[in-house]
């Protein structure tokens, strides 16, 4: 089974900026879409941002817009989350998600993502 490692979380204030990485590390690793979900306590699991592995297409989700990039780098089979301006809404813990399944033109937010992580947290202080 495909695994993925996520990397970065930490504590930061408001206002400042932290980049997750989510590495896949098996050297055959391949996906529709890698995307990142995040979860905080008593709160529903929350799309953040998806991107396309094997073509071009990226999408947020409407709290992050304009505030985070998602971003790729196939020869290290990495995904990041570069995350700016973060605010104490954004304290979560962060998933790295793979969908393997198709078709390979299912919107980013509506894949199913089958493939995940062991989460990495990030806390974001006043």
């Known amino acids: 089974q495909v695994q993925l490692v996520e990397s970065g979380g930490g504590l930061v204030q408001a206002g400042g900026p932290l980049r997750l990485s989510c590495t896949a590390p098996?050297?055959?690793?391949?996906?529709?879409?890698v995307g990142w979900f995040r979860q905080a306590p008593g709160k529903e699991r929350e799309f953040v941002a998806a991107i396309r592995w094997n073509r071009v297409g990226a999408s947020y989700g409407d709290s992050v817009k304009g505030r985070f990039t998602i971003s790729k780098d196939k020869t290290k089979n990495t995904v990041y989350l570069q995350m700016n301006s973060l605010k104490p809404e954004d304290t979560a813990t962060y998933y790295c998600?793979?969908?393997?399944?198709?078709?390979?033109?299912?919107?980013?937010?509506?894949?199913?993502?089958?493939?995940w992580g062991q989460g990495t947290q990030v806390t974001v202080s006043l």
């Open positions: 098996d050297p055959t690793f391949s996906a529709h879409a």
């Open positions: 998600e793979a969908a393997t399944v198709g078709p390979w033109n299912t919107p980013l937010p509506a894949f199913r993502y089958d493939t």
